[in-house]
């Protein structure tokens, strides 16, 4: 084993991983502060319970010995690696072939993803329906469609549609997901006629500039080695990711008459997914181009929600989804011969990146929806009106992002009461009492 090569990939290891507290700042800082640290919880979770499932059942399904009729390889034997069994570390391999090393390197992908699809359903969600549809999608949905793409699937050998760090795998397959979360929980309580401006666009810039680091071992850890394609990887992401910021800024100013903060962190995050499936195939030049198409589409796509109303609280559907397909199409026709074999940008290739991102797109939609409905109806997944009113971080966790004396303490220790009497008078059907507790919450 070349050890350069696998102290890369460990570093890449941390930096993925690393993404996860970045995206709990920028999602935290896009919130109400009565919810901040719900969100935060929610990453945490992921950071938890993805960890385990991957140990479990998550990794094998993924990247098990591929199973299905035929060629059509559906999804990795179970059998192959649950609960880790047969992954000897020990092993000699090349980084690229380590079993090793793909597991503790993916398992940080399985974290984030289902993490990103938080932004959706952010200040409305029970902590039990989260922990729930967590924990479902990241069995049914995530390392079923790695494996498609990654592990010897269909998508990535039979229809060949190319995805270098994980465009369709993690950013379309969570955004679709976001999408019908946001459906079926609804919009927030006053969306979208009430503002609900964002609480901390300091924390949010803050997890900006954590993702943005953290995704150099994102996009350039995947070409499994310190090598030339890494360096490419390195340098696209960062191109891609400085001309989008100057996109979505110039746009903004135009349409809107100012440039803002949270248009430029947006606008950087929207170049970083855009880039992801193509960063280890095109070159600088393309690196500009799909940078200034996220920059310009991910802004305008955003502004779709009000249209459609479907209130996507922290525009995963406009950045991640529509940012990952606009990235994999872009990337049949940006790739480069010399860093894909050979075989360079076309049509037919335009072709294969759009198949493989529509068999994704339906696969998320049908069972990220089943997976929501069989919460709901199980542990439930809004919480109830009076909790949403008080916030999340005090009625599901008993928490306050924000305490900063004694005397504050007493005032959230006084809200949890009120939070506990508006149960009570639901639980009584006394409509009356129950409202003006809302009401005194509210105020």
């Not at 699937?153 to 379309?172: K, P, R």
């Not at 690196?287 to 920059?295: P, Q, S, Y």
């Not at 294969?352 to 542990?379: C, E, H, M, N, P």
């Not at 007493?410 to 409509?431: K, P, Y």
């Amino acid at each position: 084993m070349d050890t350069g090569d696998l102290a890369w990939m460990l570093v890449s290891s941390a930096l993925v991983l690393f993404m996860s507290p970045g995206l709990a700042m920028f999602y935290g800082g896009l919130v109400r502060q009565k919810n901040v640290l719900s969100i935060i919880m929610h990453v945490f979770m992921c950071m938890g319970l993805v960890t385990l499932i991957w140990v479990v059942v998550g990794y094998t399904i993924a990247f098990g010995d591929p199973i299905g009729p035929g060629d059509w390889k559906l999804f990795g034997n179970p059998s192959t690696y649950y609960f880790a069994r047969g992954l000897d570390v020990l092993t000699p391999a090349s980084v690229a072939e380590h079993v090793g090393v793909s597991f503790i390197y993916q398992m940080m992908f399985a974290i984030i993803t289902p993490a990103l699809i938080i932004g959706a359903f952010a200040e409305r969600i029970k902590f039990s329906g989260f922990m729930l549809f967590t924990a479902l999608w990241s069995i049914f949905v995530y390392p079923v469609v790695a494996h498609w793409v990654w592990g010897g699937g269909f998508i990535g050998e039979q229809i060949g549609a190319l995805d270098f760090a994980g465009g369709t795998v993690v950013h379309i397959n969570a955004g679709i997901a976001a999408l019908v979360m946001a459906i079926v929980l609804g919009p927030r309580k006053g969306w979208p006629q009430r503002g609900m401006p964002p609480h901390s666009i300091v924390l949010t810039a803050l997890g900006a500039g954590i993702l943005w680091f953290g995704w150099f071992g994102f996009n350039a850890g995947s070409a499994l080695g310190a090598n030339g394609v890494a360096l490419n990887a390195f340098i696209t992401t960062q191109v891609a990711t400085g001309v989008a910021v100057l996109a979505w800024t110039f746009t903004e100013w135009v349409r809107d008459g100012r440039p803002t903060t949270l248009g430029a962190a947006t606008g950087a995050v929207a170049g970083l997914v855009a880039i992801t499936p193509a960063a280890g195939f095109v070159g600088i030049r393309g690196a500009v181009i799909i940078g200034l198409g996220a920059g310009v589409v991910c802004y305008l796509a955003i502004q779709l929600k009000t249209r459609f109303k479907y209130d996507d609280s922290l525009d995963v559907v406009g950045v991640h989804f529509v940012g990952g397909l606009l990235g994999a199409l872009l990337t049949g026709l940006l790739v480069l011969p010399v860093l894909n074999d050979g075989v360079g940008g076309s049509l037919e290739q335009l072709g294969r990146q759009a198949a493989g991102a529509g068999i994704v797109i339906v696969y998320s939609l049908i069972v990220s929806f089943v997976i929501a409905k069989i919460a709901d109806w199980t542990v439930g997944l809004r919480v109830e009106e009076d909790d949403e009113v008080v916030g999340l971080d005090l009625s599901q966790h008993s928490e306050s992002g924000y305490i900063f004396d004694e005397a504050e303490a007493g005032q959230v220790t006084g809200l949890a009461g009120i939070v506990a009497e508006a149960a009570t008078a639901s639980g009584r059907g006394d409509a009356g009492e129950s409202g003006g507790v809302t009401r005194s919450v509210d105020e």
